[in-house]
């Protein structure tokens, strides 16, 4: 045995709610437009009122239980009654986020974009627009959206296909307001959205609203504008990218551990921003953290920040899925588990072809990427009890912290228990004990013989979980030989 580690059943740290598995799509690139959407113009690939089919089945299975839209940086110069109405009757702008452009139909609108979240099983989240907008606009895209009353944008709405109310609950006032969203000083962002909250909650009491966050700086600053009215904050958005993982593909052993690292860090960013809410509600009122963009953020597929590489010109924003990037995703997880008491939603970045995608296209040819196999042998966690894990004892990495980490949550009748081995080149046979005696349990891994396996159009399955065998170990135990650079995911079921 290299490594033990032992389940807690009996500490519960709380619910793993459906929205800590959320995904985000933007008008960048081609996330939504033709990633999801293809509209009418579907060029041979099988489409479902306009959304791709075989993306629409792969999202269905992962799941999605929270899709956040029209961006990111784009949701700042969005107008949404540009996205309502006949097709070919709607302007074609300028979509512009992360100093990319894309001509924007607006074919893909409001109900579309509604009718992919029914189709998905998604909660939608709809970001709003600050940067160009006003209140009076984002008051009547609420008003649009929600209002169960006969008026004249009810009519609207039902005009346009859909008679009662879409029922929209999450909405971000600005995307990274002290940035691309109108780089706002934090006061003078506290102040304006003190005015946007104040009006849309008079809209729609029930709607739960986001503010724009950023780091410990801004968000104290924006807290303490708002001490008197905390209770227009539902939500605080903070966004964490890795970036300093070196190259994509052509990574060494030091950018592997440091990606790593860097996935591990968002745990504390989060902490540290409950301990920054804590201090400033003061139990007044429940502010949760939406970590509304995560991931893996490559310097091939960015003009800023570190990395000695050859940047991609032009920047797409798209970028290879590695392995190493899925482990990267897996240990953030772990992360969100523990801290589903204060974290509220997560979205990661993005949902097709764009940044750290599950779900990648080129022309009529689909695939998943490591990441996505990840999330999906997380999908018995999601709406479990996570409970705690710790790690007993055995081999430790470089920088001296567990080879093996874990996740671990409770549902009636099962348990499951996803395990990473971080070690770039050791297999560890791991115990993990405090499992219930009696039930065979089954186990999936993913790995591949390096870290930088990825999956592309020409293969699609070079990368995917296959079955993996866990002996049960004395009463309370189970033992299974993790390769290195894996995931497995053990479950029980009486
Ligand atoms: O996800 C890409 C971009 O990253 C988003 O538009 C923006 O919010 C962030 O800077």
Not at 3 to 24: D, K, M, N, Q
Not at 467 to 493: A, C, F, K, N, Y
């Amino acid at each position: 045995m290299d490594v033990a580690i032992r389940v807690r059943t009996e500490s519960p740290i709380g619910t793993i709610s459906p929205r800590l598995y959320g995904h985000f799509a933007e008008h960048l690139g081609r996330c939504c437009y033709e990633g999801l959407w293809v509209g009418s113009q579907s060029r041979g690939i099988e489409s479902v009122e306009g959304f791709r089919r075989d993306v629409l089945d792969a999202l269905r299975e992962l799941p999605v239980p929270l899709l956040r839209w029209p961006g990111g940086c784009y949701a700042d110069h969005y107008h949404w009654r540009d996205g309502i109405g006949p097709v070919d009757e709607r302007p074609r702008r300028l979509g512009m986020s992360c100093d990319l452009q894309v001509l924007d139909d607006n074919s893909l609108g409001t109900h579309e974009f509604l009718r992919l979240c029914e189709l998905l099983g998604a909660e939608p989240y709809l970001a709003g627009n600050v940067g160009t907008g006003s209140p009076q606009e984002l008051c009547d895209w609420v008003e649009y959206c929600n209002t169960p009353l006969d008026t004249t944008l009810a009519r609207l709405r039902r005009k346009h296909g859909t008679p009662d109310p879409f029922g929209v609950r999450l909405w971000g006032v600005g995307n990274e307001n002290w940035g691309c969203g109108g780089n706002f000083d934090a006061g003078s962002y506290a102040r304006e959205y003190r005015r946007y909250a104040t009006m849309l909650r008079h809209v729609d009491p029930g709607i739960e609203l986001v503010a724009s966050g950023h780091n410990e700086v801004w968000n104290c600053e924006v807290l303490e504008t708002l001490r008197d009215h905390l209770h227009l904050v539902d939500h605080l958005s903070i966004h964490s990218y890795w970036i300093r993982g070196g190259p994509e593909t052509d990574f060494s052993e030091e950018d592997y551990y440091r990606l790593l690292s860097e996935a591990e860090e968002t745990e504390a960013f989060v902490g540290r921003t409950a301990a920054l809410i804590e201090e400033a509600a003061r139990g007044r009122h429940r502010i949760g953290i939406a970590l509304d963009e995560w991931g893996v953020w490559h310097p091939e597929a960015r003009t800023w920040g570190p990395g000695e590489v050859q940047r991609r010109s032009p920047i797409t924003l798209e970028q290879a899925n590695t392995l190493r990037d899925a482990l990267a995703a897996a240990v953030a997880l772990e992360g969100f588990h523990r801290q589903c008491q204060v974290l509220a939603l997560t979205n990661l970045a993005q949902v097709v072809n764009v940044l750290h995608a599950p779900v990648m296209t080129e022309g009529s040819r689909m695939w998943l990427t490591p990441t996505y196999h990840v999330l999906h042998l997380h999908r018995p966690h999601i709406g479990a009890t996570a409970v705690e894990v710790s790690f007993e004892e055995g081999v430790a990495l470089p920088d001296g912290l567990p080879a093996v980490s874990a996740t671990a949550s409770t549902r009636t009748g099962s348990l499951a228990v996803t395990l990473i081995n971080r070690h770039i080149c050791r297999g560890l046979s791991v115990r993990v004990s405090g499992v219930p005696a009696g039930i065979t349990p089954k186990g999936r891994v993913l790995t591949a013989a390096q870290p930088d396996a990825t999956n592309s159009a020409e293969e699609p399955e070079a990368v995917k979980p296959t079955e993996i065998s866990v002996e049960r170990d004395g009463p309370d135990g189970w033992r299974v030989e993790m390769p290195p650079h894996s995931l497995v995911t053990v479950t029980t079921q009486q």
